[in-house]
Each structure stands twice: as structure tokens, then as C-alpha cells.
């Protein structure tokens, strides 16, 4: 795998999972929480998705086909997940529960932080189309893994300046940021729904 292939993967893969925009999201998602807890939800998210793009890459499509799961069905479960999760920060159901319920009740480090939004439909596409390029130059597919824990440790030191941006934005602009980004997430995740239907009727002909 050459140098310029390698840099457009990594600028692939940096442009869909997005860490400078995933850190405002990990901020209103974990709102609240203490240093400590963020830290350990940032870790465990970026190692589990992870691990799951890692899967994807190795496995590619068969992974979903042995599921009987086809892409467009898995971008159109994704969107209405993610849906969900739009609709808490938009309405701040996620803080009146955290009042309820214990701490270790409310870890978003699977969902939605883990998948859909690291590991979410885009980036698994991504990382079956890269290693499906690389055929079986397993040199190759170790660079984009390389590559892909490049972008991963990114995602990881955007969550970790969590609590810096948290303190630069204040209570009032966390919440703003929360509202505005979950109207951002439901418009994602609608597009996300669209995608898949939009596949399935290319797929039907």
C-alpha cells in the first residue's frame, strides 16, 4: 500500500467518523458526569468501536450476511437508534433519569457513543470498502488497521479534552450545544433511515 493510499485512507476515514465533531456530542452525552467517569466511558467507547471496525474490516460484509443482515437494514436500525438518542438531548431526558437512577445506568460508552456514532453505518462501510480494495495483501489491510488506530486514538483525545470544553462553554452553552446537536443528530439519523431505504429500492431495481 503506497503513501498516497494510505493518506486518503486515513483522511477517509478521519472525514466519516468525524472525531473534531464527535467531541461537542461526547461533551452533551456525558453531561454531568465527573473526570474520572468520562475518562473511563471515552476509553471504553473508542475500544469497542474499535474492536467493531476491526471486525467489519477483517470480516467485511459476510459478518451481516451471516446475520441475514443486509448494509441498507443496518443504516436504517442505526438511524432509528439514533433517533432515540436525539430526541433525550433534545428534550434533556437523559438528565432527569441520571436524578433517578444510579450512575452506572446512564453509560453511553456502547450506545450511542460506541455504535452508531463511531462504529455507525458510514465508518463500517468505510472500513469493509478500504480492506475490500486491499484484496489479500494482508500488508495492506495492516496499514489500513494502522491507519484506522490512528484516527480511533484522535476520537479519544477529543473525548478526554471533554471537560475543557465543557468549561470553555459553561452550563448555559452546554445546553445550547446539547439542543442544537440533538437537532443535528435527528437530522442525521433521519438521512441515515433515507440512505438505506434509497439502497434497498437501487438494490430492488
Given at each position: 500500500m503506497d503513501q498516497a493510499?494510505?493518506?486518503t485512507a486515513f483522511i477517509t476515514l478521519f472525514v466519516i467518523i468525524d472525531p473534531i465533531g464527535?467531541?461537542?456530542?461526547?461533551?452533551?452525552?456525558?453531561?454531568?458526569?465527573?473526570?474520572?467517569?468520562?475518562?473511563?466511558?471515552a476509553i471504553r467507547a473508542t475500544l469497542i468501536a474499535g474492536g467493531l471496525l476491526v471486525l467489519f474490516g477483517l470480516f467485511g460484509e459476510a459478518v451481516l450476511g451471516f446475520a441475514g443482515i443486509s448494509m441498507p437494514a443496518f443504516r436504517i436500525a442505526g438511524g432509528v437508534l439514533l433517533f432515540l438518542t436525539a430526541l433525550d438531548m433534545l428534550f434533556e431526558r437523559r438528565t432527569k433519569r441520571r436524578k433517578g437512577q444510579a450512575s452506572s445506568d446512564n453509560d453511553p460508552s456502547v450506545f450511542p457513543l460506541a455504535t452508531p456514532l463511531i462504529a455507525g453505518p458510514g465508518s463500517i462501510a468505510t472500513i469493509i470498502l478500504l480492506t475490500g480494495q486491499a484484496g489479500n495483501d494482508w500488508a495492506a489491510v495492516g496499514t489500513i488497521m494502522l491507519v484506522l488506530l490512528a484516527v480511533l486514538l484522535l476520537v479519544m483525545l477529543f473525548f478526554l479534552s471533554a471537560n475543557l470544553l465543557e468549561r470553555v462553554l459553561g452550563d448555559t452553552g452546554t445546553n445550547v450545544v446539547s439542543r442544537l446537536l440533538g437537532m443535528l443528530l435527528a437530522a442525521l439519523s433521519v438521512q441515515?433511515?433515507?440512505d438505506g431505504i434509497t439502497a434497498i429500492n437501487w438494490l430492488g431495481g
Open positions: 493510499a494510505t493518506i464527535l467531541a461537542p456530542l461526547f461533551v452533551a452525552l456525558t453531561k454531568g458526569e465527573d473526570a474520572a467517569r468520562r475518562r473511563g466511558i441515515f433511515v433515507i
